[in-house]
């Protein structure tokens, strides 16, 4: 039996070589598929990327 198909959206993209190599390279050893390694890795960067700009926002009020 399938698994159930994934609510997502295909995303394509073009990598440098050696960072597609570092990426297999790393979901071999952790054993998970790149969809999850990659979604991860996006997910880490964007909630810091909010984190800083949460704080950015806050610094700003201080300010006035």
């Given amino acids: 039996m399938a698994r159930p198909k994934k609510n997502g959206t295909y995303l394509n993209v073009c990598i440098d070589t050696p960072v597609y190599d570092r990426l ?3 979901c071999e050893e952790a054993g998970q598929p790149k ?3 990659v979604e991860r ?3 880490a960067y ?5 984190e ?3 704080r950015l ?3 700003e009020k201080e300010v006035r």
């Fill in 41 to 43: 890795a996006i997910t």
């Fill in 52 to 54: 800083k700009q949460r």
């Fill in 46 to 50: 964007l909630d810091e990327y909010d």
């Fill in 35 to 37: 969809t999850v390694a």
């Fill in 24 to 26: 297999a390279d790393y």
């Fill in 57 to 59: 926002k806050e610094l």
